[in-house]
């Protein structure tokens, strides 16, 4: 299988503050997302990025395949923005998804 | 519009017990999935299905089975439950290979 590895695995911020996700894939991928898990468990798409950069609010994400890594930028953090995020990858059939361990996101006000 | 919904929302079996977890999706998508997710990992995929009466193995099969019998369910079942399968079952549904997926609620499983 694929190994993706995130980091940091924990992040403490203030409310207000920005942040920077990354995603490292160890094979080259045709479909890569974004997720949020939130503190109730509910699992949100954000992205859906193979490659390039993409925007949606306070949020940003960019791929770059050929090195193998997924960026996805926190601007202006909030309370709300606290959980999980997760990257899932997947390969040539676009169908067996394998995901990072996450980053837990803890925003205080 | 629903969504993906997943029932039961709980449940406790014994070692030995079967049961079958329902993914309803009221989106006509193609593809869905199953995966587990245990405490502090990702979530691991179990069978996936690209298409009415398709299925097949995903990173973690072993121990499941899964039947999609029409485009809008997806059922996987536990013949005979073990404690390693105590985890939160996540059902997923995607429209097309160059889709997001939309995730289900899930269903947190003890197997004591």
């Known amino acids: 299988g694929i190994q993706v590895e995130q980091s940091p695995p924990d992040l403490i911020l203030q409310e207000g503050a920005n942040s920077t996700l990354r995603c490292n894939f160890s094979d080259s991928v045709n479909n890569l997302q974004w997720f949020h898990q939130n503190p109730w468990g509910q699992l949100i798409n954000l992205f859906y990025?193979?490659?390039g950069t993409k925007q949606n609010g306070r949020l940003s994400a960019t791929t770059v395949a050929t090195e193998r890594y997924s960026l996805l930028y926190i601007s202006s953090s909030q309370t709300t923005d606290s959980g999980v995020y997760f990257c899932?990858?997947?390969?040539?059939?676009?169908?067996?998804?394998?995901f990072g361990s996450g980053t837990k996101l803890n925003v205080k006000p | 519009n629903a969504g993906v919904t997943q029932t039961p929302k709980f449940r406790v079996l014994k070692t030995g017990q079967s049961m079958t977890l329902l993914c309803a999706q009221d989106?006509?998508?193609?593809?869905m999935y199953w995966y587990r997710q245990d405490p502090g990992m990702g979530l691991r995929l179990i069978h996936y299905s690209v298409g009415e009466g398709t299925t097949a193995k995903g990173e973690v099969p072993d121990g499941y089975n899964v039947s999609r019998l029409k485009k809008q369910n997806f059922l996987l079942g536990l013949e005979s439950a073990a404690p390693s399968q105590t985890s939160v079952y996540f059902c997923?549904?995607?429209?097309?290979?160059?889709?997001?997926?939309?995730f289900g609620p899930g269903t947190r499983l003890l197997v004591l």
């Open positions: 989106m006509n998508h193609e593809y």
């Open positions: 997923a549904s995607r429209r097309g290979a160059y889709e997001t997926q939309y």
């Open positions: 899932a990858v997947a390969r040539d059939n676009f169908n067996k998804f394998y």
């Open positions: 990025i193979p490659s």
